[in-house]
């Protein structure tokens, strides 16, 4: 497998994101109730073509629900959310399209159980893109190569360790050619010594300039490669830093407390 990361801490991404650009994502004024219990209040947000922005934040702050309103598998109360500009659709194929251009990798390994982990690969490309069978095995291959488990290709996926199963999940989103990754908590399943096999492939990628939105964690990974950290607490954006800034000098109570308690 690829590995970007170099010593611990030392910066693995150097570009800046181009914040002049139409955002890749934006959230504007997005509100959210699960009944009684309001989970995303008043959030504005714009993740810029080639940014790595981190959410961090207490169990229960609405970092997932955020995620998950995204790739329109919550539906939001008020406000709106663009994806390239463009309004998330409601349903049918535009709403497919979309959640293809908004790659997502969740905590739980969520691949298909009774595929083997090339057809993983290569059944979105075929079904939703209409790409031959041929053409998506080959760029399958490739993205299984990038990822480091390419010899696992024909395997089925109970058969591969957390660590493999989470980057043939990352493959699989990548074989879509999203225009934003979104990855909830994905290395917070996985054994402490598959933890970097993971995060390496995730530092390769924003080192390509993938735009990515990452809830995790994981201080080094942040620290190596995300332009920003956004803190959520109680279903809101309390403050957002460079990860330097971020790290050593929280300005809030709640990120000073959190941060106590997680570093
Ligand atoms: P986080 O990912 O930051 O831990 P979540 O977005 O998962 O937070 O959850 C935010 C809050 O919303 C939590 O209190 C959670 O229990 C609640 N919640 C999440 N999903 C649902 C749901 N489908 N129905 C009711 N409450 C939910
Ligand atoms: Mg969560």
Request: with cysteine; charged share 25%.
């Amino acid at each position: 497998p690829p590995t970007g990361q170099g010593a611990p801490h030392e910066r693995a991404v150097d570009h800046r994101p181009d914040t002049d650009a139409e955002p890749v994502v934006r959230l504007t004024g997005v509100q959210k109730h699960f009944g009684d219990l309001h989970v995303l209040r008043d959030i504005d947000l714009a993740v810029a073509p080639g940014e790595v922005l981190v959410v961090i934040g207490p169990s229960g702050s609405g970092k997932s629900t955020l995620c998950r309103a995204i790739n329109r598998l919550e539906t939001i109360d008020e406000g709106e959310i663009t994806v390239d500009g463009q309004p998330l659709p409601a349903e049918g194929r535009a709403l497919a399209r979309l959640r293809s251009e908004v790659g997502m990798v969740f905590q739980s390994f969520n691949l298909f159980a009774h595929k083997s982990v090339l057809d993983n690969v290569t059944l979105g490309p075929v079904k939703v893109r209409g790409r031959s069978r041929a053409e998506a095995r080959k760029e399958a291959m490739g993205l299984l190569e990038r990822v480091g488990v390419a010899n696992q290709a024909e395997k089925m996926p109970a058969q591969l360790s957390g660590g493999q199963q989470q980057r043939v999940a990352i493959a699989r989103a990548l074989a879509m050619h999203p225009k934003v990754m979104l990855f909830d908590e994905p290395t917070s399943a996985l054994d402490p010594e598959m933890i970097n096999e993971v995060l390496d492939v995730m530092v390769e990628l924003a080192r390509e300039g993938m735009t990515m939105i990452v809830v995790t964690h994981e201080m080094g990974f942040a620290r190596k490669a995300a332009h920003r950290v956004v803190f959520m607490a109680d279903g809101q954006i309390v403050e957002q830093a460079t990860p330097e800034e971020f790290f050593t000098n929280p300005r809030s109570d709640r990120a000073k407390d959190f941060l106590s308690k997680i570093l």
